[in-house]
């Protein structure tokens, strides 16, 4: 089955710590994506990727880094520079950057 | 005025009832759009890409207004498996750098049985 994985679905730190989110797509799609959903907001773009090798900040990146060593992984790490982590973080993938994305199942990280 | 704007509801309709609700947006080189749903606690799901003239999806219905600069989707004959956060998203085509993609931040819809 084609799809995008986020692992874990929940996730618990201490505050301090920095954490890598886990993403990964088998749709062979170009761009990938993370966005940040807090509770009755609508999605906030953190970091994009269109290539290998390649990402751009989206609109709230502090605090927060990427890398995209391949095609089908773009990992996402939450540092202890970031103020409020706390929050369900939904990555996507899609074709390419104009067209419709499809989303993992999320990741619902607290940060105590 | 907002990029993106969305009546945030909630919308509360009787099952087998028709809804409609619209999603404006402000910058007129907006060039693709979306509506997905997504479920309490969960990822957004594509509902139906939203094309010129106008497109159909069983129930659904989506139609875009590029005069008045919004985009609307139509359910009609409501279940209750419908309930759901409603959310608009707009691409912006840009020239100084990538495209831009906004998320509404949703309407949600109640089907009362």
């Known amino acids: 089955d084609g799809g995008i994985t986020q692992s874990p679905k929940y996730l618990f730190r201490k505050e301090g710590q920095n954490v890598t989110l886990s993403c990964e797509q088998n749709?062979?799609?170009?761009?990938m994506y993370w966005y940040r959903q807090d509770p009755g907001q609508g999605l906030r773009l953190i970091y994009y990727?269109?290539?290998?090798?390649?990402?751009q900040k989206g609109d709230i990146a502090e605090g927060y880094s990427v890398s995209r060593e391949k095609k089908e992984s773009f990992p996402l790490t939450v540092t202890s520079a970031q103020k409020n982590p706390t929050a369900f973080y939904l990555c996507?993938?899609?074709?390419?950057?104009?067209?419709?994305?499809?989303f993992g199942p999320g990741t619902r990280l607290t940060v105590t | 005025r907002k990029e993106v704007e969305q009546d945030p509801g909630p919308f509360n309709v009787p099952e087998g009832a028709t809804v409609a609700f619209n999603c404006t947006y402000s910058?007129?080189?907006?060039?693709?759009f979306f509506w997905y749903r997504q479920d309490c606690r969960k990822e957004p799901k594509l509902l139906m890409s939203?094309?010129?003239s106008g497109n159909e999806d069983g129930r659904f219905t989506a139609q875009l207004n590029r005069a008045s600069q919004y985009i609307s989707l139509l359910i009609r004959d409501s279940k209750l498996s419908d309930s759901a956060t409603y959310l608009c998203?707009?691409?912006?085509?840009?020239?100084?750098?990538?495209?831009?993609?906004?998320f509404g931040k949703g309407t949600r819809l109640h089907i009362l049985p």
């Open positions: 749709l062979n799609h170009d761009a």
């Open positions: 996507a993938s899609s074709i390419s950057r104009s067209v419709e994305q499809y």
């Open positions: 998203v707009v691409n912006i085509k840009t020239w100084v750098r990538d495209d831009k993609i906004i």
């Open positions: 990727s269109q290539i290998v090798n390649d990402f």
């Open positions: 939203v094309y010129s």
């Open positions: 910058n007129s080189a907006s060039q693709s």
